[in-house]
């Protein structure tokens, strides 16, 4: 699994919109909506914001652990 799926897993498991996470990470819909298809690539310090956001690892973000 990707990054953007990840992402979008998390977001799904919390019972997050788009909008609501985007608000949380001071970014827009759009562009969270890119980071989510992988139309665009994460800023590394958007991916530690987002890991601390939902309590996890980075490496489980960047898919190298479970």
Known sequence: MNIGSKIRQLR???NM???QL?????ISRSTLACYETEKRQ????LV???AK???VSTDYLFGLEE
């Open 12 to 14: 799904n498991d919390t």
């Open 22 to 26: 985007a608000d949380k990470l001071k």
């Open 17 to 19: 919109t788009q909008q």
């Open 53 to 55: 956001f939902f309590d």
């Open 42 to 45: 994460v800023p590394n310090a």
């Open 48 to 50: 530690i914001d987002i």
